[in-house]
């Protein structure tokens, strides 16, 4: 899964590495999750660019209500073609996340666990593979929303965790924010684990538990917790 992520890049870096028609509105975040928003980078007609915000958990534009229960902030990619509340999304409404690292826990024993912070190795953002969809209520008022695509652990996440976000490669990035690009088949060929060697993390405090923490503390290492056996 994927439940937590930060971003701190300036709005110039973020307009340069994700070739964005302006820069976007955004403030260092080093704790975002689910139900805040979240940086979206889509595709607008006339092949416009451009990063915006959206709620992070995916609410179907056919939902009755704008909450759904449990918040889908995930959608797997083994089913995300199929299941209704993506499918749409995922053949015509793909953005890019962009994220500086993604938080996930390592399990320790049966009681505890250590956040650590995973990241690119070359240091640049990460492109993570994500949906969205746009909700009306009965008054009119819209809500954009998206969902973060998963797959299975590659052999380095898989020492903290059985899943990850799918993370795309530059290459792919025109293919995957063409709306007008609509083949399932060759779109579900991105939704890979990225390669082992293409990340590296650091544990971190366990201050990214809570989100109303947010500060450069959240990404800063630490050592790590060691059990007796």
Same mark, same amino acid.
């Given at each position: 899964?994927?439940?937590?992520?930060?971003?701190?890049?300036?709005? /110039?870096?973020? /307009?340069?590495?994700?070739?964005?028609?302006?820069?976007?509105?955004?403030?260092?975040? #080093?704790?975002? &999750?689910? @139900?805040?928003?979240?940086?979206?980078?889509?595709?607008?007609?006339?092949?416009?660019?451009? /990063?915006?915000?959206?709620? $992070? &958990?995916?609410?179907? +534009? $056919?939902?009755? !209500?704008?909450?759904?229960?449990?918040?889908?902030?995930?959608?797997? +990619?083994?089913?995300?073609? !199929?299941?209704?509340?993506?499918?749409? !999304?995922?053949? %015509? %409404?793909?953005?890019?996340?962009?994220?500086?690292?993604?938080?996930?826990?390592?399990?320790?024993?049966?009681?505890?666990?250590?956040?650590?912070?995973? #990241?690119?190795?070359? &240091?640049?953002?990460? =492109?993570? /593979?994500?949906?969205?969809?746009? $909700?009306?209520?009965?008054?009119?008022?819209?809500?954009?929303?998206?969902?973060?695509?998963?797959?299975? =652990?590659?052999?380095?996440?898989?020492?903290?965790?059985?899943? @990850?976000?799918?993370?795309?490669?530059?290459?792919? $990035?025109?293919?995957?924010?063409?709306?007008?690009?609509?083949?399932?088949?060759?779109?579900?060929?991105?939704?890979?684990?990225?390669?082992?060697?293409?990340?590296?993390?650091?544990?971190?405090?366990?201050?990214?538990?809570?989100?109303? #923490?947010?500060?450069?503390?959240?990404?800063?290492?630490? =050592?790590?917790?060691?059990?007796?056996?």
């Amino acid at each position: 899964m994927c439940g937590r992520i930060n971003l701190w890049m300036s709005p /110039a870096e973020l /307009a340069v590495v994700f070739e964005l028609f302006r820069e976007p509105e955004w403030e260092p975040r #080093y704790n975002l &999750g689910p @139900m805040q928003q979240i940086l979206t980078v889509r595709q607008h007609p006339k092949g416009v660019v451009l /990063a915006e915000p959206v709620q $992070w &958990g995916l609410v179907p +534009a $056919w939902s009755k !209500s704008r909450l759904t229960s449990p918040p889908m902030n995930n959608a797997r +990619a083994e089913t995300v073609s !199929s299941k209704p509340s993506f499918s749409e !999304s995922f053949k %015509r %409404r793909r953005c890019l996340i962009p994220a500086n690292g993604f938080f996930e826990w390592k399990r320790l024993d049966t009681k505890s666990k250590q956040p650590w912070n995973i #990241y690119r190795v070359d &240091g640049q953002p990460l =492109a993570l /593979a994500g949906i969205w969809d746009s $909700w009306q209520s009965n008054d009119g008022d819209p809500l954009e929303s998206c969902a973060v695509v998963t797959t299975e =652990a590659n052999s380095f996440m898989s020492k903290i965790h059985d899943r @990850m976000p799918v993370i795309l490669e530059k290459s792919d $990035w025109k293919t995957w924010l063409d709306p007008e690009f609509t083949d399932v088949e060759e779109l579900q060929r991105l939704l890979i684990p990225c390669p082992s060697e293409l990340l590296t993390g650091t544990p971190v405090c366990s201050l990214v538990s809570n989100v109303k #923490y947010d500060s450069p503390e959240c990404v800063r290492p630490v =050592a790590e917790h060691r059990t007796l056996f």
